[in-house]
């Protein structure tokens, strides 16, 4: 097939000179006097587009943005008489592949397009095979080859790969909720869009709604201007909605009307918006239960869970506590600079008998801990110390006693999002995962108890 080359240039003569050349050279040619035709031809698929700066309704950069936002691929060659710098290189930072300077010489023209239609077509087969990489390799980070967990990968490529735009899963805390919403957002064709998570319990219910449906400027007091939100800021990807049992009933309604009629509006806003995307639920409670209790509703509980998958607590998989063992082993001994080569088979059955509560984050830290302590090339019961015994793991509760004169909560959170924070030197995602917590639950106290200028703390890095 020729490759069709938008022409966008309100002078005849310049369109005409370039179609006689293009054509000639065996390209099909669509020619565009103003920006707005332009993106309407754009629409409609082309190849390259050779872009005039000066055009009678708008300026060529800002309809490059516009095509950029449309479709990144087709290389766009922008011609300008200004002999300015500052716009050659504005319009390469705004995604033009070249610029060409009027008056130009056609055949100087002729060979810009021939190369930046050659570079496209050599991303473009370099997108490919990565996308067939992705295939093979696109579930390393979900670990485990138990049967359990073969039909889990299974279902999560099947759920990747189909159209379908809600996922819920399902599974106790720590069994990898994250690690498959994730896999799930790489296996699609949305990889290349964005993914976007958010934990409804993280924020109340006014803020989680904004962050959600966005707002319109004066939609409340502090919305000083308008603000898009996730849903609208991961078009043509995934939004990863966390403890969605944690979500209010006004917002759960909300959230299925979207579901179900694909559009929405920002808070205060009179329009219908319709981002593409895929939203993914998890939750770890029993929604079956909070239905039942009147804290969830039934019809977006349905509408959720027309395809969901349930991660099975590791303790029913005790075939992938080896593989996993030795997967945190290597990405440890990767991160602390140490080299321990294996686990002791009296360690390795002591993990395997051990009912994880809190499920592959435990194990996870367990290694984790049990690697700083090593100092040989094994791991032996002796790094495992820590983990408490088998008859007393999974009774979560009562290790802590109320003191008889009580607490102030408060300070009592506090004081353990300071302790975190030290003992995970400042690195957000670990302190979440010492206090069992999400990410956005710690953001949130670190703001709540203005951590961030704590000087016990230190330094608080985003990750
Ligand atoms: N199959 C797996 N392979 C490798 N690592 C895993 C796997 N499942 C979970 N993990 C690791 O275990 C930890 C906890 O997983 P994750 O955060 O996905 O759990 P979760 O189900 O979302 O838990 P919560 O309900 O508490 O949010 C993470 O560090 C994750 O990388
Ligand atoms: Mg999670």
């Known amino acids: 097939m020729k490759p069709t080359i938008l022409v966008v240039d309100d002078e005849e003569l310049v369109r005409w000179s370039l179609r006689q050349r293009l054509e000639a050279a065996e390209y099909q040619v669509v020619e565009a006097s103003t920006g707005e035709a332009a993106i ?23 309809v490059l943005m516009t095509l950029r936002s449309i479709d990144p691929d087709p290389p766009v060659i922008l011609l300008t008489a200004h002999s300015s710098v500052e716009r050659a290189v504005e319009a390469m930072q705004k995604g033009a592949y070249h610029y060409a300077r009027k008056p130009f010489n056609l055949d100087d023209v002729a060979v ?30 979900v670990v485990g080859e138990s049967p359990e967990m073969r039909h889990v990968k299974a279902l ?3 759920i990747a790969i189909s159209p379908a735009s809600t996922v819920l899963l399902t599974g106790e805390s720590g069994t990898g909720k994250d ?74 309604a909300k959230l299925l009307r979207f579901l179900e009629e694909k559009a929405f509006r920002r808070v205060g806003g009179r329009v219908d918006i319709r981002p593409d995307v895929r939203i993914i639920a998890a939750t770890h409670r029993d929604l079956q239960q909070d239905i039942a209790e009147g804290r969830f509703r039934a019809d977006l509980y349905y509408r959720l869970a027309v395809l969901s998958v349930h991660l099975p607590p590791l303790r029913d998989r005790a075939d992938d506590i080896e593989l996993l063992a030795k997967y945190f082993v290597d990405r440890f001994n990767r991160e602390f600079h140490r080299s321990v080569r294996s686990v002791s088979r009296q ?18 830290n367990a290694i984790e801990r049990a690697v700083l302590l ?15 015994p088998p008859q007393q793991a999974g009774k979560k509760d009562g290790d802590f006693r109320l003191p008889p004169g009580g607490i102030v909560f408060q300070d009592l959170e506090r004081e353990l999002m300071v302790q975190a924070l030290e003992r995970a030197r400042g690195n957000q995602t670990r302190a979440a995962e010492l206090l069992g917590m999400t990410r956005d639950q710690i953001r949130y106290r670190i703001a709540k108890f203005k951590l961030n200028d704590s000087e016990k703390v230190g330094h608080i890095s985003e990750r």
């Open 40 to 62: 309407e031809h754009f629409r409609n698929g082309v190849d390259l587009v050779l872009l005039d700066y000066g055009l009678p309704d708008t300026n060529g950069i800002d």
């Open 112 to 141: 810009l397009v021939e190369r930046a239609l050659e570079t496209t077509r050599l991303r473009r087969e370099v997108r490919s095979l990565q996308a067939r990489d992705r295939e093979t390799h696109g579930f390393d980070k």
């Open 156 to 158: 999560l490529r099947k």
């Open 179 to 252: 690690v498959a919403a994730r896999a799930i957002h790489a296996q699609s064709d949305r990889s290349s869009g964005p993914f976007m998570n958010i934990t409804c319990s993280a924020l109340p219910e006014t803020l989680l709604e904004s962050e959600l449906f966005g707002h319109e400027r004066g939609a409340f007091t502090d919305a000083k201007t308008q603000k898009k939100g996730l849903l609208e800021q991961a078009d043509q990807g995934t939004v990863f909605l966390d403890e969605i049992a944690e979500m209010s009933p006004t917002l759960q």
């Open 347 to 364: 360690a390795l059955k002591m993990l395997q008998t051990h009912p994880w509560p809190g499920n592959i984050r435990e194990l996870r």
């Open 374 to 388: 090593s100092d040989g090339d094994e791991l032996t019961i002796d790094h495992f110390q820590f983990i408490c």
